[in-house]
């Protein structure tokens, strides 16, 4: 990817480094006549003969290279008897939110990760852009996701933004929760992307909040590609942080195979005494600082644009994103058939064998999805219209962010008029304090949904007579401030948005209580 269409948005109280023309930061030329020099030395000590003068040697200049694995997933253990047979230490960050979720590393994992010297660095509770998503949301993401990961028992002093997503204001918020570093992604050249920025970052880093790496790693990348990295940056000297995904014969597109990873590996062990592996860490320093919790949610009860007529991605209201597990090919659609405002979401299912799919409120800390009180029930409403039964499918947040799944309801008749669904559930779960809840199909056939409401039985009678109005014909929408985000020039990501063919593995009708892994934006 090109720094150059992922400028990093200014804000208040922190200078943004200055980029070239080309997309890198001021030094690339510098680094690029260094590198020139370099190799007319080399030449030159090759043609009179130089004793010992060999391309390995005479190239070799003080080089740190950092092996990170992003998102813990399950596979990365494969990593690790690898990174012991070479004495080499890598960084793994983690969703917490994800920890102990099918696929994903559990507490168990992390705890023999860090105890065979490894780092344990933080990539939020569950994952999201946070340039997409309010001020207040994306520092419980970055803050409570340290706090949980210190609660563990780990020390966690770096960050990854997910999808390389950030502003000067993210960096701002990185630093206030007390992290020293914070790593991007495709700042330095390679391969496949970054032409004619720098080929390493300078030690120390300009900027420890947005510190520079190649490209994420994937299955098109190849062992002699890997090398190309870090014999390049020999030449002049630096730091190249490698960032990896999945481990896998070719399981996921960011993935890597264990046989190649182990034989760049065995490369690296062999590279001059001035070449490195070191955990990030151990390249940025500083002091442990004590975790902070983020801000606190609002606690709002209320379905955040209850009436979906505030766009989100492309085919998707703000603050509601697909679900769905098995076999099936889902098609969203934003249609103007609405119960009440402008808009609703129409899912079209084909192809079904198992599973189902759903539109739910996001899965965050307090921001989209609704407050709830464990031991209370509530009553929760949608209107639907649809050529096949429907049922509601319900999610429950813990106080660490942890999203598991509840319960579902009866199923609501096939109805080709707007209809009613209205459900009341169980006692929420002892620990639960956010819920996300959806109507789903779970065959052939067509869905529209509009006007989510939610009211507490127990509370006063205001709250089910919201409920009332969102079954109503002349329903109106749920007030929902729309997020300010950066234009084109201002994301420094890789761009992420569900597309109408989404359906992220989000299983239902399981045991109550099981873990679920949060959906991750597609790469």
């Not at 990854?160 to 630093?175: L, Q």
């Amino acid at each position: 990817m090109n720094p150059a269409d992922r400028t990093v948005v200014p804000s208040p109280g922190r200078p943004v480094p200055a980029r070239t023309a080309r997309g890198g930061r001021r030094g690339g030329l510098a680094r690029r006549l260094a590198l020139v020099a370099a190799l007319t030395g080399l030449l030159a000590g090759i043609a009179i003969g130089v004793p010992g003068a060999s391309p390995t040697a005479a190239a070799a200049a003080p080089t740190i290279v950092s092996l990170t694995f992003d998102d813990g997933n399950a596979d990365q253990l494969a990593a690790l008897p690898v990174l012991s047979r070479y004495g080499m230490h890598g960084t793994f960050y983690v969703i917490s939110g994800s920890v102990g979720a099918p696929g994903y590393l559990t507490r168990a994992d992390l705890a023999t990760i860090a105890a065979d010297g490894h780092e344990i660095g933080g990539h939020t509770v569950s994952h999201p852009d946070l340039t997409g998503v309010p001020a207040d949301e994306a520092a419980r993401q970055i803050c409570d996701d340290r706090v949980t990961l210190a609660g563990w028992g780990f020390r966690p002093t770096s960050f990854a933004y997910p999808y390389a997503a950030y502003t000067t204001a993210t960096e701002a918020a990185v630093a206030g929760c007390g992290y020293n570093s914070a790593r991007a992604l495709g700042d330095l050249a390679s391969a496949h992307g970054c032409t004619g920025c720098d080929l390493a970052s300078p030690v120390p880093p300009p900027d420890p909040y947005a510190l520079e790496a190649v490209d994420e790693i994937d299955t098109s990348w190849t062992l002699a590609q890997l090398e190309q990295v870090v014999t390049r940056a020999e030449v002049a000297g630096g730091w190249v942080p490698f960032t990896f995904h999945h481990l896998c014969a070719g399981c996921d597109s960011l993935s890597i195979s264990p046989a190649t990873f182990a034989d760049f590996l065995a490369w690296l062990a062999l590279r001059p005494a001035t070449t490195t592996v070191r955990t990030v860490d151990q390249v940025v320093g500083g002091t442990y600082r004590t975790p902070v919790p983020g801000p606190p949610a609002s606690g709002s009860t209320a379905v955040v644009n209850a009436s979906l007529e505030t766009a989100g991605a492309p085919d998707f209201p703000q603050c509601w994103f697909p679900g769905g597990y098995g076999t099936n090919t889902a098609t969203w659609t934003r249609t103007t058939d609405a119960h009440s405002g402008g808009f609703a979401e129409r899912l079209d299912l084909t192809g079904y064998g198992s599973g189902d799919a759903k539109l739910l409120p996001v899965f965050d800390l307090g921001s989209c999805s609704p407050a709830v009180t464990a031991g209370h029930t509530y009553r929760v409403t949608a209107s639907y219209r649809s050529t096949a039964v429907t049922q509601f499918a319900a999610y429950y947040r813990d106080a660490a962010g942890a999203w598991f799944y509840w319960t579902s309801s009866p199923w609501f008749a096939a109805s080709s008029a707007w209809s009613g669904a209205d459900w009341t559930t169980p006692p929420v779960p002892a620990g639960a304090t956010g819920l996300s809840f959806g109507l789903n199909l779970f065959t052939d056939g067509s869905l529209t949904t509009d006007d989510y409401a939610i009211a507490d039985t127990a509370a006063s009678a205001p709250a089910p007579a919201r409920v009332a109005a969102a079954l109503a014909p002349s329903a109106a929408s749920s007030a929902v401030t729309p997020v300010s985000r950066p234009g084109a020039s201002g994301r420094h990501a890789h761009r992420r948005a569900w597309d109408r063919h989404a359906r992220p593995f989000l299983p239902g009708r399981l045991r109550p209580g099981q873990r679920v892994a949060i959906p991750v934006l597609p790469d």
